[in-house]
């Protein structure tokens, strides 16, 4: 990787999570996660700041189908019947952690990091968001390329942004 766009995205990575810290203080806002790929790389980016506790209530780590069943209450049905990386368990994982945490935003992600893993419908790198709050409900699909540790740094950019989205409107 070429050094200056390390340092960019670094730079960048860091100047999102500062406006996301001082919008959520500033709007006495609170958020929750439930993170699958990104193995809680999102919740240890965005307490990394002084005063996260502010804002920051809970983090889980759901990597198993059960566990996303037990835990969040997410019908094993679903899961079986869309698959664990999918569009309905991303957004169950967001509204439900933000139901049992009582936050503002719920984060859901869950993804294919890879290597291994991956299918011709849903290859390595592809990767749904979903931000829930009294007001929105959304979920993207991503499909990001790169290692594993890049993928998992692109999908928390990009929970990131969505995030700094909503609270900018």
Same mark, same amino acid.
């Given at each position: 990787?070429?050094?200056?766009? +390390?340092?960019? !995205? ?16 500033? @709007? ?20 990394? @700041?002084?005063?996260?506790?502010? !804002? ?6 759901? !990597?198993?189908? @059960? ?23 991303? /957004?169950?994982?967001?509204? #439900?952690?933000?139901?049992? #945490?009582? /936050? ?5 992600? /869950? ?14 790198? /592809?990767? !749904? ?14 499909? +990001? ?12 950019? #990009? #929970? ?10």
């Amino acid at each position: 990787m070429d050094l200056s766009l +390390f340092l960019n !995205y670094n730079i960048f990575m860091e100047s999102t999570i500062k406006h996301i810290h001082s919008a959520l203080i500033a @709007q006495n806002k609170t958020v929750s996660l439930a993170e699958s790929c990104t193995g809680g790389m999102l919740s240890s980016l965005l307490t990394a @700041q002084s005063g996260a506790s502010a !804002y920051f209530v809970l983090g889980v780590i759901v !990597y198993s189908n @059960q566990m996303k069943n037990k835990l969040l209450g997410i019908p094993l049905s679903v899961i079986e019947r869309r698959g664990a990386v999918s569009k309905e368990v991303a /957004t169950a994982m967001a509204a #439900a952690v933000r139901k049992v #945490a009582k /936050t503002d935003f719920g984060i859901g992600i /869950t993804g294919i990091a890879g290597p291994l893993g991956g299918s011709k419908d849903k290859p390595v790198g /592809t990767v !749904y968001i979903a931000e829930a709050s009294n007001r929105v409900k959304i979920c993207r699909r991503f499909n +990001f390329k790169g290692s594993r540790t890049s993928i998992r740094k692109q999908s928390c950019l #990009a #929970a990131l942004m969505m995030l700094k989205k909503l609270l900018d409107n």
